[in-house]
């Protein structure tokens, strides 16, 4: 897998930001409200968190006819999402592996489902922004994935040399299908054992990733 890579795509939350915690205390309010069982703790959230996340929320308990995904629940969960995720930080390899991509003549791309302005922001209030070359991010809050933009990442760098940098299995499938490698990071969404089917490199933390990424 060792090459010489033109381009490291970023997955955000779960990559570069550490909202676990916060992504399973908006789910268990929101169960809990509707007297749904509650994920207990990390192990649980990540054995069930999936996309697309309408798929994730069946799962969990959410009854889509007595509320709907689009105009109900994805607006309350980004509300509390927004409320509870002030404290989140980075993951603490992001400084030094952007810096030494960046030493490195590596651009470095955000691609997400999130919602672009509210990366921007989460990004700028912990001085992270100009980190980063592009983000590419969703215009609305349904987080339904992101095979649609990275395949306009593709066209934007048809050129690209690239490895995506994920938590994710989703992240594996997006990075196969734009042709470009992909590390997994097991400090994120998806446990290390769904990780490990995929068959790419996983590691434990993102400065594990450099001896992939820069070769002397």
Same mark, same amino acid.
Request: aromatic letters at 10%.
């Given at each position: =897998?060792?090459?010489?890579?033109?381009?490291?795509?970023?997955?955000?939350?779960?990559?570069?930001?550490?909202? =676990?915690?916060?992504?399973?205390?908006?789910?268990?309010?929101?169960?809990?409200?509707?007297?749904?069982?509650?994920?207990?703790? !990390?192990? $649980?959230?990540?054995?069930?968190?999936?996309?697309?996340?309408?798929?994730?929320?069946?799962?969990?308990?959410?009854? +889509?006819?007595?509320?709907?995904?689009?105009?109900? !629940?994805?607006?309350?969960?980004?509300?509390?999402?927004?409320?509870?995720?002030?404290? #989140?930080?980075? +993951?603490?390899?992001? &400084?030094? !592996?952007?810096? #030494?991509?960046?030493?490195?003549?590596?651009?470095?791309? @955000?691609?997400?489902?999130?919602?672009?302005? =509210? =990366?921007?922001?989460?990004?700028?209030?912990?001085?992270?922004?100009?980190?980063?070359?592009?983000?590419?991010?969703?215009?609305?809050?349904? $987080?339904?994935?992101?095979?649609?933009? /990275? $395949? %306009?990442?593709? /066209?934007?760098?048809?050129? %690209?040399?690239?490895?995506?940098?994920?938590? *994710?299995?989703?992240? +594996? *499938?997006?990075?196969?299908?734009?042709? $470009?490698?992909?590390?997994? @990071?097991?400090?994120?969404?998806?446990?290390? &054992?769904?990780?490990?089917?995929?068959?790419?490199?996983?590691? &434990? *933390?993102?400065?594990?990733?450099?001896?992939?990424? !820069?070769? *002397?």
């Amino acid at each position: =897998m060792k090459k010489k890579y033109t381009h490291v795509i970023w997955d955000f939350n779960g990559t570069i930001l550490n909202d =676990m915690q916060v992504g399973i205390d908006c789910i268990n309010i929101m169960l809990s409200d509707r007297g749904l069982p509650v994920l207990p703790d !990390l192990e $649980a959230y990540r054995k069930v968190f999936d996309f697309p996340v309408e798929a994730y929320y069946q799962r969990v308990g959410f009854d +889509f006819e007595k509320e709907d995904y689009k105009t109900c !629940l994805a607006p309350l969960w980004v509300s509390l999402y927004e409320q509870h995720s002030k404290n #989140a930080r980075l +993951f603490s390899g992001v &400084e030094p !592996l952007t810096r #030494a991509l960046r030493e490195g003549g590596i651009a470095q791309s @955000i691609l997400s489902a999130s919602q672009s302005q =509210m =990366m921007r922001k989460q990004l700028r209030e912990r001085g992270a922004l100009e980190w980063f070359d592009e983000i590419w991010g969703n215009d609305s809050i349904h $987080a339904y994935g992101k095979s649609g933009l /990275a $395949a %306009a990442w593709r /066209a934007a760098h048809p050129e %690209a040399v690239a490895v995506m940098l994920g938590d *994710t299995v989703h992240d +594996f *499938t997006v990075a196969r299908e734009i042709g $470009a490698d992909c590390i997994l @990071i097991a400090a994120g969404h998806h446990s290390k &054992e769904r990780l490990l089917e995929c068959g790419t490199p996983v590691v &434990e *933390t993102l400065l594990d990733c450099l001896p992939f990424l !820069l070769h *002397t």
